[in-house]
């Protein structure tokens, strides 16, 4: 049996997952792992994944190690030892956050920064090499039928060939603008304001205060900057948040390096030696939504960003993903019919899926604070100290699924 399988409780389903990001990648190993037969269809014809980073916090990373991914996720990820958290103009300490030994300890799982690229490669190598997923690439979906016994998902390719592929179930794992989602929920996305900048640099040329294991994370008003190594250490990627209104409609549109330079004159003279460094950045809109409630109907289930995007302050809209896809999962193995199977796994998600976007919100208000509640907010991270800092979250790194 392929590692992190169970056998079935009963015969396995049809199941067509649309989307092979890393939530659908994830759902299709978690539930051929539990004896069902998945399909999986992406729009893509190549697996590019940007050149960005990706924090992995406990309650994902033990999913995926549940699935066997553990070995290949230590060699390509990297443990940070803590998060340097400083005023991103006086670049003067404000607190800390235990990470790195202490987290694998307290929670059971490691806190894991990676490249996305190589997330991606390993949950694709995983899929390709595991019995039970059909992967189809440069598939699109076009619409959806139910009825009291099954649901079709049409697919169309891009040479305009067109396929039905008959389920038990459909899970649209098809990102923060699916278009599958608008069968249970239309609330629209609503732009924040903000964008977020990626780049990545090599870590010999990163100014060599801020050249060691641990995240940085410099706080300021209306903005705040994120760096942390990763491809083995090779490479520090870096995420910058800033004011920039509007949606700009997809995701990685180029910025140009002058504009984040002139946004950041007043950074702190490490920080501003970073941020000079890229040559090329790639930019997000950041698009904020309710979760859909609910989060699955009768035969449809949203997974991932489709379903609840995450605005990235707390990083873990993948996290998110990933958890969704053991619940779902494990919601399958033991309903006796699938439409009561899915109402389980919409129940079990709401609570927390809108904890976490709560969280995600209030802390960009956080970590974007002026004058006194910035003042304020230090006062609290600098009394709690790096071990109640982490503790904070237990709620949320502690998650298992059930
Ligand atoms: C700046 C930034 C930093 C972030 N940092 C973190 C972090 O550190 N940790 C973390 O956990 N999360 C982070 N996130 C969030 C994370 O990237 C997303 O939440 C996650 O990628 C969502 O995964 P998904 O599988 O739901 O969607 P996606 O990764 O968007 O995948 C959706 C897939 O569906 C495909 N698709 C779309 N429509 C169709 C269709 N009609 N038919 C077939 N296929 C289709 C797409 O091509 C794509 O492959 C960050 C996000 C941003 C913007």
Do not use: K
């Amino acid at each position: 049996m392929p590692p992190g399988s169970r056998a079935p409780d009963r015969p396995g389903l049809r199941v067509a997952v649309v989307g092979a990001g890393i939530g659908g990648l994830t759902a299709a190993l978690a539930l051929a792992a539990r004896g069902h037969a998945v399909t999986l269809a992406e729009r893509r014809t190549g697996f590019s994944e940007v050149g960005a980073g990706l924090q992995l916090s406990p309650n994902a990373s033990r999913v995926l190690i549940d699935l066997g991914l553990g070995p290949a996720l230590r060699r390509a990820g990297t443990e940070p030892s803590g998060v340097t958290i400083r005023s991103l103009r006086q670049g003067r300490s404000i607190g800390a956050v235990r990470l790195g030994a202490a987290m694998r300890e307290r929670f059971g799982a490691p806190y894991l920064v990676i490249h996305r690229a190589d997330l991606q490669t390993i949950l694709l190598d995983a899929v390709r090499s595991r019995p039970g997923i059909r992967l189809l690439v440069g598939r699109s979906a076009a619409g959806l039928e139910e009825s009291e016994t099954g649901i079709s998902l049409a697919l169309e390719g891009g040479n305009g060939r067109a396929e039905t592929l008959a389920a038990d179930l459909v899970v649209a794992a098809d990102g923060v603008r699916s278009a599958l989602r608008a069968r249970l929920d239309r609330r629209p996305l609503r732009p924040v304001g903000e964008a977020a900048w990626r780049a990545m640099v090599p870590r010999h040329a990163v100014p060599a205060a801020l050249r060691g294991e641990e995240t940085g994370l410099w706080l300021g008003r209306g903005r705040h900057v994120v760096h942390y190594p990763i491809a083995g250490g090779e490479r520090v990627n870096i995420v910058a948040v800033l004011p920039q209104p509007g949606d700009d409609g997809d995701w990685g549109a180029p910025g140009d390096p002058a504009r984040l330079r002139a946004a950041f004159t007043d950074a702190a003279p490490d920080l501003a030696a970073l941020l000079a460094l890229p040559e090329s950045w790639l930019v997000w809109s950041l698009v904020d939504r309710r979760a859909a409630a609910p989060m699955a109907r009768r035969r449809l289930a949203l997974l991932g960003d489709a379903a609840h995007p995450v605005l990235p302050f707390l990083a873990q809209g993948a996290a998110l993903a990933i958890e969704d896809a053991a619940v779902l999962a494990a919601c399958l193995s033991d309903a006796a019919d699938v439409p009561s199977a899915l109402a389980r796994y919409a129940a079990a998600r709401a609570a927390r899926v809108r904890a976490i976007q709560g969280q995600a919100r209030r802390n960009g208000r956080i970590y974007h604070a002026g004058g006194l509640a910035a003042a304020a907010r230090d006062a609290v991270m600098a009394r709690l100290g790096p071990d109640r800092m982490t503790e904070r979250y237990a709620w949320l790194y502690g998650w298992r699924p059930a």
